[in-house]
């Protein structure tokens, strides 16, 4: 049965219910199974879809940054370049 036949079909069950019980309105719809199931699930859905990408995103990142490292296409960070520059920290004397 297409989508077309159905709605068709409860039309005419419409009808039919509105004469055997005029003091009622009757109207029916027809939509996907998928939509009924998933309508109140779709937030909870698209973030699980999102979090597995999120966390993707970060690991290549995260892999991407130590291929630098190790080719040593990064410069050193700039915790590292200011470490020795501080009186209070530093055990080289300052004049």
């Given at each position: 049965?297409?989508?077309?036949?159905?709605?068709?079909?409860?039309?005419?069950?419409?009808?039919?219910?509105?004469?055997?019980?005029?003091?009622?309105?009757y109207?029916?719809?027809?939509?996907?199974?998928?939509?009924?199931?998933?309508?109140?699930?779709k937030?909870?859905?698209?973030?699980?879809?999102?979090?597995?990408?999120?966390?993707?995103?970060?690991?290549?990142?995260?892999?991407?940054?130590?291929?630098?490292?190790?080719?040593?296409?990064?410069?050193?960070?700039?915790?590292?370049?200011?470490?020795?520059?501080?009186?209070?920290?530093?055990?080289?004397?300052?004049?």
């Amino acid at each position: 049965m297409t989508a077309e036949g159905a709605r068709r079909g409860l039309a005419d069950l419409a009808a039919q219910m509105s004469r055997e019980h005029p003091e009622d309105k009757y109207s029916f719809t027809a939509r996907p199974v998928h939509e009924v199931i998933t309508e109140n699930a779709k937030r909870g859905l698209w973030m699980l879809l999102g979090a597995p990408g999120l966390l993707l995103l970060i690991a290549c990142t995260n892999v991407a940054n130590l291929l630098l490292a190790r080719s040593g296409g990064l410069a050193a960070s700039p915790a590292s370049r200011w470490r020795g520059r501080c009186c209070a920290c530093s055990s080289r004397s300052h004049r």
